[in-house]
């Protein structure tokens, strides 16, 4: 089948001069590239696209497009989204397909039409022949769109975790508490409904953006629901019976004791989506009515967002880049469980990453991986915790030291000294506002005097949801909930203001996506003073609005005026602080 000759020997005169036309006269590929590929494939033994690969005078698009132009086969630009047959996706394995960058596009009577990027490589064309008894007609494609193609299908072939409850329902027929016995699982095949049902239930879940999904037992129900952008919605009720079935498969993949229902316990494990790798990671706690089991995904591909993308408008980053970039004190950021502190501080790391800094880290969880520098995951079973780590850290003469949280004094103290003794430290503390943050860390029992004198700034926020771009619309929202909180007259008059309609982007939530909104405190000289006279957060937080602080309320607004988010989404995530 090859006109390119053999993978291991010289190619033929002809094939490889036909391929060498082709590719000057229709892509350019300068005459001179050509010959020194052809005489280096000679040298080394391969294909004459491989070598001109190699060398990047070619990208793989253009090859895939020569050699369909060489052998006079069909060129396919795109590959349809729908349309391929399930039964055969089945047929093909998905790590076949993606190895040889082989997509069957359908089967029609005595043959089956496949998308390949190399026609040349027989091989897989052979296996699927034999596998399928049928004759393989051939058509080209660049290899990044067979991959898309290939992602995308076998992702959809993965089925929407409803389709698999109907499976579960019916398969077992009225023997169904026995055939769902956890024991049965161990030898159960991938093709067994509770496993397809629990893979379905995770790629739906990354496919929606949530990043938990929450399996609940009740007395007569079992309840799934999604965590999408900070807000838990239902969307499943697979059958009570299938309850210990499926908290036992999540187990056995998070090798967690599937025998202990008694116990809470913690396990994670890893798993492939579209070709991405996401971390899982598992909790179980006993209920009344059996194990409750909650999943957080974390995606490892996930880039690391700028200052800039995270939503800070352009005042406060110089302000933020400022204090970040001092050489030595304490950079907290504040906020309750899932407001994007560990995020922010990530991309403030991400700032100062450089060759001329040694940058170390203490975390629970490590949520992304920073090239460069060193992260280290707390362990509490082996004692390795905050304080321990973080005496560790500076035995490795860090510049800058990353603490996941202050959790009790003995952290605090050795941040606050890491600090005063010549280092830059970034942490996160569990407080409304940002002038909380001083007084906590004095009731932690840090003098104020240190505290003082440590602390460059705090940062606190939260995350408010972005009205979907594709249904947002112009919408006055209701006043009366503002009136009786007494915001009414913060608002601009005659403001235009917005929503989402909702639509089949945002599975007509009406948002997509968040961003934040935030409040920083500088720790400057009058600052410095309320917090030596021991003032509460109240007096310390009035005194810097009066200099000019703006508060997370009037970060909201303007974002509400920007017409990112909505009057409703900000009271929502405010309403404790206004």
């Known amino acids: 089948m090859s006109t ?17 036309v082709i590719l000057q006269e229709d892509f350019a590929v300068p005459v001179e590239k050509i010959r020194e590929a052809d005489e280096a494939r000679q040298e080394s033994g391969r294909r004459l696209g491989e070598t001109l690969l190699a060398m990047k005078a070619i990208t793989p698009a253009i090859l895939s497009r020569a050699l369909a132009s060489q052998r006079g086969l069909e060129f396919l630009e795109t590959i349809p989204d729908s349309g391929t047959d399930a039964d055969l996706l089945n047929l093909v394995p998905i790590a076949f397909a993606k190895e040889y960058r082989v997509f069957p596009l359908a089967r029609r009577e005595g043959y089956l039409r496949v998308a390949v990027a190399d026609p040349a490589d027989s091989r897989p064309l052979n296996d699927l022949a034999a596998l399928t008894r049928e004759a393989i007609e ?4 660049a290899p990044e769109e067979i991959l898309r193609a290939v992602n995308q299908a076998y992702e959809r ?16 027929g009225g023997d169904l508490a026995r055939n769902l016995e956890p024991a049965d699982l161990l030898d159960a095949s991938d093709e067994a409904p509770v496993i397809r049902f629990v893979n379905s239930l995770i790629t739906q879940a990354y496919k929606e953006r949530a990043s938990d999904i929450h399996i609940e037992p009740f007395e007569t129900s079992l309840v799934v629901r999604y965590r999408i952008d900070g807000i838990l919605y239902e969307v499943l009720q697979p059958p009570h019976k299938a309850q210990a079935s499926i908290t036992s498969r999540i187990k056995i993949m998070s090798g967690l004791n599937i025998a202990e229902k008694r ?6 494990f890893r798993v492939r989506i579209a070709g991405k790798d996401v971390d ?23 880039n690391v967002l700028s200052l800039e993308e995270i939503g800070m408008d352009p005042p ?16 907290l950021v504040t906020g309750p469980t899932g407001s994007g502190k560990t995020t922010t501080l990530y991309a403030a790391l991400t700032r100062l990453n450089s060759r001329e800094k040694n940058i170390i880290t203490v975390e629970d969880p490590i949520e992304y991986q920073l090239a460069g520098v060193g992260q280290i995951q707390v362990n509490a079973k082996i004692n390795l915790t905050f304080a321990n780590g973080l005496r560790a850290i500076l035995r490795q003469d860090p510049d800058i030291i990353m603490v996941g949280e202050i959790r009790d004094r003995e952290t605090a103290e050795i941040a606050v000294q890491s600090a005063l003794t010549g280092h830059m430290v970034f942490s996160t503390l569990h407080t409304n506002d940002s002038a909380g943050a001083l007084t906590r860390l004095v009731e932690m029992g840090i003098e104020p005097f240190l505290a003082a004198s440590s602390i460059v700034g705090i940062l606190a926020q939260r995350l408010v949801r972005r009205i979907c771009p594709h249904c947002r619309e112009p919408h006055p ?24 309609r909702g639509c089949e982007k945002c599975m007509d939530i009406g948002y997509r996506g968040r961003s934040g909104i935030y409040e920083l405190l500088p720790v400057d000289e009058p600052v410095r003073e309320l917090l030596l006279q021991n003032k509460d957060s109240a007096s310390i937080r009035n005194v810097a609005i009066q200099r000019g602080m703006s508060t997370l309320w009037d970060s909201g ?11 409703e989404e900000v009271l929502r995530v405010t309403q404790e602080e206004v």
């Open 4 to 20: 390119l000759g053999s993978h291991k020997g010289n190619e033929g005169t002809t094939a490889w001069r036909a391929l060498a």
């Open 138 to 141: 051939v058509v080209v494609a």
């Open 157 to 172: 072939r993965a089925g929407e975790a409803q389709e698999v409850i109907e499976d579960i329902e019916e398969g077992f």
């Open 263 to 268: 116990l809470p316990q913690d396990g994670r």
């Open 280 to 302: 899982v990671r598992v909790s179980t706690l006993p209920t009344a009515f059996g194990e409750r089991v909650v999943l957080r995904l974390l995606d490892k591909a996930s």
């Open 316 to 331: 406060m980053l110089k302000q933020v880049n400022a204090m970040i970039h001092k050489s030595h004190g304490i950079f």
């Open 477 to 500: 929202p209701s006043m009366e909930r503002f009136t009786e909180m007494g915001l009414a007259a913060s608002l601009p008059a005659n403001a235009t203001f917005y929503h989402g």
């Open 557 to 567: 607004i303007a974002r509400a005026l920007e017409g990112e988010t909505t009057l």
